[in-house]
């Protein structure tokens, strides 16, 4: 009997750090952009950053997806969140600029946000990815004909998923 309750009180106490194990020493990646990288119109666990992390564990990459998106931010929003949305762990980040400069009279700055928000990134060592408009302009939209659907988010997931597997390396 004494066994047996030194064994439950053991798996007890090990089993939250057994399931953290997974993310222990992960390389992180972070998703920064707007309502398309949020994932807006679908459940979070269905944007693109999580399907995608998904994925990569799929591959047995150990790694964690950070998802820094903000509904309607624009470029210079980006650039202002950056240091917050990145740590010390972070290898690779995937950048979404979308159109909310354009919709919001910012579009003379985003070229310049851009290259800030590489640079900094570039001063860190830390690779990225820019994710265009073009990576998933065909993919299927939701009700409000912007954002992508849970099946659009997975195909944008899988579309990144050797490129991110590339930059991880």
Same mark, same amino acid.
């Given at each position: 009997m004494?066994?047996t309750?030194? !064994?439950?009180? /053991?798996?007890?106490?090990?089993?939250?750090?057994? $399931?953290?194990?997974?993310? @222990?020493?992960a390389?992180e =990646? #972070?998703?920064?952009?707007?309502?398309?990288?949020?994932?807006?119109?679908v459940?979070?666990r269905?944007?693109y950053?999580?399907?995608l992390?998904?994925?990569?564990?799929?591959?047995?990459?150990?790694?964690?997806?950070?998802?820094?998106? !903000?509904?309607? /931010?624009?470029?210079?929003k980006?650039?202002?969140? $950056?240091?917050?949305?990145? @740590?010390?762990?972070?290898? =690779? #980040?995937?950048?979404?600029?979308?159109?909310?400069?354009a919709?919001?009279?910012?579009?003379?700055?985003?070229?310049?946000?851009?290259?800030?928000?590489?640079?900094?990134?570039?001063?860190?060592?830390?690779?990225?990815?820019?994710?265009r408009?073009?990576?998933?302009a065909e993919?299927?939209?939701?009700?409000?004909?912007?954002?992508?659907?849970?099946?659009?988010?997975?195909?944008?997931?899988?579309?990144?998923?050797?490129?991110?597997?590339?930059?991880?390396?």
């Open positions: 004494k066994t309750l030194h !064994i439950l009180t /053991a798996i007890i106490f090990c089993t939250p750090f057994i $399931l953290s194990a997974g993310y @222990g020493n390389a =990646v #972070v998703a920064i952009g707007a309502s398309q990288t949020f994932g807006k119109g459940p979070r269905a944007a950053p999580a399907q992390e998904k994925l990569l564990r799929d591959k047995g990459i150990n790694v964690k997806v950070k998802n820094a998106g !903000i509904n309607g /931010a624009t470029t210079g980006m650039l202002e969140t $950056l240091r917050d949305a990145i @740590g010390s762990d972070t290898k =690779v #980040v995937l950048l979404q600029p979308g159109s909310n400069d919709r919001k009279g910012k579009q003379d700055k985003t070229e310049q946000h851009i290259r800030k928000l590489l640079d900094k990134l570039e001063s860190r060592s830390i690779r990225y990815i820019i994710v408009k073009g990576d998933y993919y299927p939209r939701g009700p409000d004909g912007l954002h992508l659907t849970e099946d659009g988010y997975a195909r944008l997931a899988k579309k990144l998923l050797p490129r991110v597997v590339a930059a991880l390396r």
